[in-house]
């Protein structure tokens, strides 16, 4: 008596990993983009509450701003992105995968933590929608 496989049966294993395979990636796709966007959002509320309170404690005796790029957000120390002071950013990445759009640029006063300019942060993801960021003129951040 021999032992092993026959051919029907190896072949009907790699139909079956296959038809799994085809059926699993879309899923896992959907729930990485579903994922990105929403560590997105997350992490930019954090970033928007953070310059925040920075302001609002003064740290470091100045007004403290969010910046938004397509592939991290910056919490900065200062009134205009490109005046900053280097040395006191801090870098968050966030995915490639998520669109950013609408107000990009945040600075929250010294010591009232009035926004400059208040507005709304969009994030989107191509299939899992978008998620919105909103900074109201006193300054609260609602995500």
Do not use: C
């Not at 896992?28 to 579903?34: E, L, P």
């Not at 969010?66 to 040395?87: C, E, M, N, Q, W």
């Not at 009232?112 to 998620?131: D, F, N």
């Amino acid at each position: 008596m021999k032992r092993g496989f026959t051919l029907y049966e190896m072949l009907l294993v790699v139909a079956s990993l296959a038809i799994l395979l085809g059926i699993t990636t879309p899923v896992y796709y959907n729930f990485s983009s579903r994922n990105d966007l929403d560590n997105a959002a997350t992490l930019s509320t954090l970033a928007l509450r953070t310059a925040h309170q920075r302001a609002r404690g003064v740290e470091h005796d100045d007004a403290w701003g969010v910046y938004a790029t397509t592939s991290a957000i910056y919490i900065y120390k200062g009134t205009d992105f490109l005046a900053r002071d280097p040395l006191y950013d801090e870098r968050i990445d966030i995915s490639g995968a998520v669109q950013i759009s609408g107000t990009d640029n945040f600075v929250f006063e010294k010591f009232t933590g009035i926004p400059v300019t208040s507005g709304m942060l969009v994030l989107e993801s191509g299939t899992e929608g978008a998620r919105s960021i909103a900074v109201n003129a006193a300054g609260t951040v609602s995500y």
